[in-house]
């Protein structure tokens, strides 16, 4: 206690001195947390694009050809239909979810005396899992439905309040599309954000085989949302699929616009890459600025020693011994850089807190950012390194106190 309580009283005695080499460490610690959990926020509002994907997912459809083939000329179209389906799961046991999709397009839909216009598409029940769809009441298109062809729906949160105003619950309810009847069965809430978000909001879902009947596309399909087990190699199997396709319907080879692509893998593998080089770019920043809190330590400490060395001289010429010289020291080193860290890991959370909590308050949604956080352990391991630093910090001047000669001591001026 005693020897708490002296350097208490040094450090008092040495305020200004004291505080500007603990702005540095605070600076540094700060620095690391702040950028750190801003990354983070950077990395969770862009990742949040992609919503809860499976991140292996691909989606295939047609486009008009570019090469001529076997007589048939460029510019033209190539039908998918759920013939291709069946092939794509006879042919690749990789695939583990598939759902053709029956795209309708933009459709005057109406309930009662309220309408709108909305998408309107027909899925499989292997939607549910590629997709982030979350159902706010009822169910979603399941195999008996395609099988029976029947004229059930699920619609969004966004077209559930605009054709039935009001309602709390809509199940059971029918909306007319195209002059034809459809029994509600669910609505869905997207898990996804920004324009993607508010599609999937506004859009009519029926079973893909009653859309295919009722609006005369028989078999037909736009594209295919393809998912594979994981550890399987994505990009391969959508090379392959591409191939089978292209062969199907007569397109050339090396038309890569004929039957084009999205492999969902390969933009996660991008950015996941990116954000790593963010990270240890941060990292780099961050430790810049932990080392000059430790040269500032050293420094100060340097000083500290010169300041005392008449002092030392006389503890040791009345029998200090040079191990209590240098925990003396040491303690001093270690207080201030404890303090000090303390004090920028405790600013640092409160401000990525605050940022999280005005980006709540104020219901801001942006694809680029959100949810600043912080990892706890990467705080805990930077504290306690800082710590492990200031004591590293407090050796050499320590060590020098230690030596110091009594005689040449109480000499000096």
Not at 117 to 139: A, H, N, W, Y
């Amino acid at each position: 206690m005693e020897l708490l309580r002296e350097i208490a009283t040094t450090i008092w005695m040495h305020k200004l001195r004291t505080a500007l080499t603990a702005i540095v460490l605070i600076i540094g610690i700060f620095s690391l947390i702040f950028l750190f959990g801003m990354g983070r926020g950077l990395s969770n509002g862009t990742m949040d694009v992609f919503g809860k994907f499976a991140t292996n997912t691909m989606f295939v459809w047609a486009q008009r050809t570019t090469i001529a083939h076997k007589g048939l000329p460029t510019g033209r179209i190539a039908s998918l239909t759920t013939q291709d389906a069946e092939a794509i799961r006879q042919n690749f046991s990789e695939v583990q979810y598939m759902s053709p999709r029956l795209q309708l397009g933009t459709t005057r839909v109406a309930a009662g005396q309220n309408y709108g216009s909305f998408e309107v598409r027909g899925e499989t029940p292997d939607l549910k899992f590629i997709l982030p769809i979350e159902m706010e009441q009822g169910r979603y298109i399941n195999g008996l439905d395609l099988r029976e062809r029947r004229k059930v729906c699920v619609i969004g949160t966004g077209a559930k309040d605009i054709l039935f105003k009001g309602a709390s619950k809509v199940i059971g309810e029918y909306i007319q599309v195209r002059g034809v009847f459809f029994r509600v069965v669910g609505v869905q809430a997207s898990m996804q954000t920004g324009d993607q978000g508010r599609e999937d909001d506004m859009a009519v879902i029926v079973p893909l085989s009653t859309g295919q009947v009722v609006f005369n596309l028989i078999d037909r399909v736009h594209y295919f949302t393809i998912s594979c087990f994981a550890g399987v190699n994505s990009n391969v199997v959508e090379a392959a699929i591409k191939r089978l396709l292209r062969d199907r319907h007569e397109i050339h080879p090396k038309d890569m616009l004929g039957i084009n692509s999205f492999n969902l893998s390969n933009q996660v593998q991008k950015f996941t890459g990116l954000f790593a080089a963010i990270d240890g770019f941060i990292l780099f920043v961050g430790l810049g600025f932990i080392i000059a809190g430790i040269a500032g330590i050293v420094n100060i400490m340097l000083i500290v020693v010169r300041e005392r060395t008449r002092e030392i001289g006389i503890r040791k010429s009345i029998g200090a011994t040079s191990g209590s010289i240098m925990r003396m020291i040491l303690i001093e080193s270690i207080i201030i850089t404890t303090i000090s860290t303390y004090i920028g890991m405790v600013l640092g959370v409160a401000t990525l807190a605050f940022f999280d909590y005005l980006i709540t308050k104020l219901e801001v949604e942006s694809i680029f950012f959100s949810n600043p956080e912080v990892n706890f352990k990467l705080v805990f391991i930077a504290m306690f390194l800082m710590i492990g630093f200031g004591a590293l910090a407090g050796a050499l001047p320590a060590y020098r106190a230690a030596q110091i000669n009594p005689v040449e001591a109480l000499a000096d001026e």
